[in-house]
């Protein structure tokens, strides 16, 4: 069983930081690609940020310049620093980990980022 637990979320005005962290603990090796996702009231969920295990990264364009994904193998945990905050970023925030080797999605309960004055 994996089980990933989701921090950090919370009220931030526009133009602020927050990181959030995600520490995943069960049946998980540090091979598994580690990432963020991310819901808007009314839209999909879509990628916002992933991180291999060889710290290859990849970011949704909407926020490039200002999210840095990280990993701590050793942990098992992710992290996303989240700079200059806009309003479009509110969002609920999902933890993800992607088994390379079968495919395998195993994701958090989520946290609710709030960007607003």
């Known amino acids: 069983q994996v089980q990933l637990v989701e921090s950090g979320g919370g009220l931030v005005q526009p133009g602020g930081s927050l990181r959030l962290s995600c520490a995943a603990s069960g049946s998980i090796f540090s091979i598994y690609r580690m990432g963020w996702y991310r819901q808007a009231p009314g839209k999909q969920r879509e990628l916002v940020a992933v991180i291999t295990s060889g710290g290859t990264t990849n970011y949704a364009d909407s926020v490039k310049g200002r999210f840095t994904i990280s990993r701590d193998n050793a942990k098992n945990t992710v992290s996303l620093q989240m700079n200059s905050l806009e309003p479009e970023d509110t969002a609920v925030y999902y933890c993800?980990?992607?088994?390379?080797?079968?495919?395998?999605?195993?994701w958090g309960k989520g946290t609710l980022v709030t960007v607003s004055s």
């Open positions: 993800n980990v992607r088994n390379n080797l079968s495919g395998t999605n195993y």
